[in-house]
């Protein structure tokens, strides 16, 4: 049971948009930056989205990040089949004083 | 070009002890928080350690506490994951991964716990 929620799946079809939720606590999400992270099979996770909203140099507009109260949010915009992927929340719990990650979603396109 | 590097990983038996390194280049490795992170076959991430700079401050998963010490060593701009006590569940990719927001990481290395 991890302590950041994510729905397990998402789905949309090319071109599209999907969003996929991250819900933590005041601990986590609700006083911290959370992260967003990309992973394919058989390969290394990825940086997505940091402190929010932010998207490191080389991540393309289509992904998006934002956050209100305890919950996070990662966007995603003109679906792509090579955006089939499993997607990571993560942030900073300040009571357990440890990272968590979310469970991971798994995008279908 | 950042570079993380592990290594160290292996078949080893339940109570064995492993450790694991990581070589980090392209960056200033004494300026940045470093993590461990792992994963099971077919599960998701599961957080197991970080240390600070300086290698002054450290935090464990619950999972590991006890048994698993993360170090540093900045002159060589390696960082360590000594694990003792392995267990079945204690199998899996270990990545180490760069910064608070974890911005680059490894390409991991396996640990298998079994006799």
């Known amino acids: 049971q991890s302590v950041l929620t994510q729905p397990p799946s998402v789905s949309a079809a090319p071109g599209q948009k999907v969003t996929i939720s991250c819900s933590g606590s005041?601990?986590?999400?609700?006083?911290?930056?959370v992260s967003w992270y990309q992973q394919f099979p058989g390969t290394a996770p990825k940086l997505l989205i940091y402190?929010?909203?932010e998207r490191p140099s080389g991540i393309p507009d289509r992904f998006s990040g934002s956050k209100s109260g305890t919950s996070a949010t990662l966007g995603i915009t003109g679906l792509q089949t090579g955006d089939e992927a499993d997607y990571y929340c993560g942030a900073w719990d300040t009571s357990l004083r440890l990272w968590v990650f979310g469970g991971g979603t798994k995008l279908t396109v | 070009e950042v570079q993380l590097v592990e290594s160290g990983g292996d078949l080893v038996q339940p109570g064995g002890s492993l450790r694991l390194s990581c070589v980090a280049s392209g960056f200033s490795f004494s300026n940045y928080w470093m993590h461990w992170v792992r994963q099971a076959p077919g599960k998701g991430l599961v957080w197991v350690s970080r240390i600070n700079t300086e290698g002054t401050s450290t935090s464990y998963a619950d999972s590991v506490k006890g048994r698993f010490t993360i170090s540093r060593d900045n002159a060589k701009n390696t960082l360590y994951l000594q694990m003792n006590s392995l267990r079945a569940e204690d199998t899996a990719v270990y990545y180490c991964?760069?910064?608070?927001?974890?911005?680059?990481w490894g390409q991991g290395t396996l640990v298998t716990v079994s006799s």
């Open positions: 005041s601990s986590n999400i609700g006083n911290n930056y």
């Open positions: 991964a760069r910064g608070k927001d974890q911005s680059h």
């Open positions: 402190e929010n909203y």
